[in-house]
């Protein structure tokens, strides 16, 4: 890798650095009875709402249709994650140190694969909130789930939810992007 590679891989894993302090994910919803709305930001440590009881209301909400509270404290993930990233942002750091194209291509690929299994997870935890109901819930449709869409939106009864990426996500993508530029502007000489 030349010099200037070894830079751009720098920023690229201190970029990281932001899913630290900015949502990854976000959910809005409208409802009649929340006019202004309601929503949460997913992060890659916690799970709050965007106004200060949008959380508690969101989950008043869950509770009458049979939903399990969203408590941040009982979701490994959001335990599990700082520790990816951290590795994602050292070790990028000591590839650009490094510069070695192999290694670049395998955090890239590593990277991808951690992506793809955390949407994966994310899908995984809608499914399970939006349909592992409580049979004695106050509100019951036959047939009727309340999983979140994964990205989109959707009507939930009377409530519209929009989940969306947030500023993290987009920033691990650009993160993502320089790595790759990096990888394929240092292709060897062929000559």
Do not use: C
Not at 62 to 72: D, E, F, R, S, V
Not at 175 to 190: E, F, H, I
């Amino acid at each position: 890798m030349k010099k200037t590679g070894k830079y751009i891989m720098a920023i690229a894993a201190l970029l990281l650095g932001f899913v630290f302090i900015t949502p990854i994910w976000t959910i809005d919803m409208e409802a009649p009875q929340y006019p202004e709305g309601i929503g949460m930001e997913i992060s890659i440590n916690k799970i709050e709402g965007k106004s200060k009881q949008d959380l508690q209301n969101i989950n008043g909400l869950n509770h009458y249709i049979g939903m399990k509270p969203i408590t941040p404290e009982s979701i490994p993930e959001l335990k599990i994650m700082p520790w990816i990233f951290g590795f994602l942002i050292v070790s990028g750091l000591g590839i650009a140190v490094w510069g070695n194209r192999t290694a670049l291509l395998f955090w890239i690929i590593l990277f991808i694969l951690l992506a793809i299994a955390g949407l994966v997870d994310f899908y995984l935890w809608g499914y399970d909130y939006g349909h592992n109901l409580d049979p004695n819930a106050a509100i019951k449709i036959p047939g009727m789930t309340y999983q979140p869409p994964l990205i989109g939106s959707k009507q939930l009864l009377n409530i519209n939810a929009t989940s969306l990426p947030g500023f993290g996500f987009y920033v691990s993508l650009l993160s993502m992007g320089l790595a790759t530029y990096v990888y394929w502007r240092s292709k060897p000489d062929t000559k």
